[in-house]
């Protein structure tokens, strides 16, 4: 199951990478003066942050609150998986059954770009830019606890390693606690028998000292520590209404499949809001399909939630090509010879983002 994920998230990583390459495609005798080009589907790529957390009891957590007045230390070894963050980054992937035909005459020399999918990015203009990569989070790997550190072994004194009794080990820690205390606050108000030679030295001293009543404290009160696991899953909206289980969180595995019944499931709902329509004359009838017409996409637009035990975690709108229609431009306004149209296309949707004339 964790490996299936895995693939995913590699898979989906090399799709979200923003295209390196662009075509430019002429209108020439070659070609029979056409051009292919192929609108895209609108896809979610939803980058998951799970945080996992692990606390261990202290060896002392018995005498926690008796030297050093702590109500609630940790008592039982625990961990757990809860979602930190989602993004969700929208991108076009080709459509390979969405496939359109641009035919010119001969003599008419127009041209288009298209991505390394052959996915439309404009026509008659190479000003262009392509998709950036969105800023994801990075996975975070556990900080070393109070006594995972080089100043834990320096803390333990030789009468607290020979000590049989944790009783008194309890107490002897305790004991070093406040030493330490007593000797920072005299190294702060300069009655210390011996001051450091300079700030420099003096701020060594007194980051040892709180190495060192941090892990003598973890014995009593126990330590947490946190990583982060970041995972891509890519989701394809279908063009109605739906709830679906993107993956689920496992206490003990993190993020896994959505078949992985030992997670709790993270869960989308797509709820269509807007369905793109044909434009209308002037009688408020649909307009017909140009002759020829140069396809572009009207999206649709949908209310995206995704949910994790009960709480919503991520909610907004998205624009995507499944929930509208393919429509057309004249091709002739392409070729004019004076004043040639020129056409740059949303590479999400393979809407028009700009129609003007050169």
């Known amino acids: 199951m964790k490996t299936t994920l895995t693939t995913l998230l590699c898979l989906a990583a090399s799709l979200m990478a923003p295209a390196q390459t662009t075509t430019k495609l002429s209108a020439s005798k070659a070609n029979d003066y056409g051009l292919v080009y192929t609108l895209p589907t609108t896809v ?20 926690a609150k008796k030297y050093l007045n702590a109500d609630t230390p940790i008592s039982e070894p625990s961990e ?40 439309p990015l404009s026509i008659n203009t190479e000003d262009v830019s392509l998709p950036e990569s969105p800023v994801l989070p990075e996975p975070v790997k556990a900080a070393p606890t109070p006594l995972e550190t080089p100043a834990a072994r320096h803390a333990i004194s ?16 305790a004991q070093k606690i406040y030493d330490l205390r007593q000797s920072r606050t005299d190294l702060i108000t300069g009655q210390a028998d011996q ?34 696991e970041v995972n891509t ?24 499949d959505a078949d992985d019944l030992s997670g709790d499931p993270i869960t989308i709902s797509v709820k269509v809001t807007d369905r793109g329509a ?18 572009y996409c009207i999206p649709g637009t949908a209310k995206v939630n995704i949910s994790f035990r009960g709480n919503t975690i991520w909610e907004g709108s998205v624009d995507a090509s499944q929930y509208g229609i393919v429509f057309g431009l004249d091709p002739k306004i392409f070729s004019d010879k004076k004043a040639p149209a020129y056409l740059i296309f949303n ?10 004339t050169k």
Not at 46 to 56: D, G, P, R, S, Y
Not at 158 to 173: G, H, P, W
């Open 347 to 356: 590479p999400v949707t393979g809407a028009i983002r700009e129609l003007g």
């Open 44 to 63: 979610l790529d939803i980058t998951i942050e799970a945080v996992h957390t692990v606390n261990q009891p202290g060896e002392f957590y018995k005498y």
């Open 80 to 119: 757990s998986w809860d979602i930190k963050s989602v993004t969700v980054n929208a991108r076009g992937r080709a459509n390979s059954t969405d496939q359109y035909l641009m035919q010119f005459r001969a003599g008419q020399t127009p041209f288009i770009i298209v991505d390394e999918n052959g996915m």
């Open 158 to 173: 030789e009468e607290m390693l020979q000590s049989q009794s944790s009783a008194k080990r309890a107490e002897l820690a």
């Open 278 to 295: 044909f434009p209308q004359n002037e009688k408020g009838e649909p307009k017909k399909f140009p002759e020829g017409g140069v396809a």
């Open 195 to 228: 001051m450091p030679p300079d700030g420099k030295a003096m701020q060594i001293i007194v980051d040892e000292i709180a190495a060192q009543e941090a892990a003598l404290t973890a014995m009593f009160v126990g330590t947490t520590q946190t990583e982060t």
């Open 233 to 256: 899953v890519t989701f394809v909206p279908g063009d109605e209404n739906s709830k679906s289980v993107l993956a689920r969180v496992s206490a003990i595995d993190g993020i896994v």
